[in-house]
């Protein structure tokens, strides 16, 4: 009922930035509780960050001050600022939307040093 497409990954060197994206359709309810999550090979999915219906956020201790997440609800999309990016941030990134639980198809974010 619901479709999630994450988008704006790619290869960036350490210290820079990157904004993914994640467009969701296919409903008539606008996002609301949303997660983005990030999986590197060998380990497991892991939260990053979340936004609830009121705003609020939260984040994982290894990104706290360096990624923002929000939502354009016109756009029915929610992003993640990423900035000061690491090596150890290499990994698939995942949109989750909590109210379908429902994943997207990830992102690829790599980062060297």
């Known amino acids: 009922q619901v479709q999630l497409v994450e988008s704006g990954g790619g290869l960036v060197q350490a210290g820079g930035s990157l904004r993914l994206s994640c467009a969701v359709s296919?409903?008539?309810?606008?996002?609301?509780?949303m997660g983005w999550y990030r999986q590197a090979p060998g380990k497991e999915r892991e939260l990053v960050a979340a936004i609830n219906g009121g705003g609020n956020t939260n984040y994982a201790d290894s990104v706290k001050g360096r990624f923002t997440i929000s939502r354009d609800n016109a756009k029915n999309t929610v992003y993640l600022q990423m900035n000061s990016l690491k090596p150890e941030d290499t990994a698939v990134y995942y949109c989750?939307?909590?109210?379908?639980?429902?994943w997207g198809q990830g992102t690829q974010v790599t980062v060297s040093s």
């Open positions: 296919g409903s008539r309810f606008s996002i609301v509780a």
């Open positions: 989750k939307s909590y109210a379908f639980n429902s």
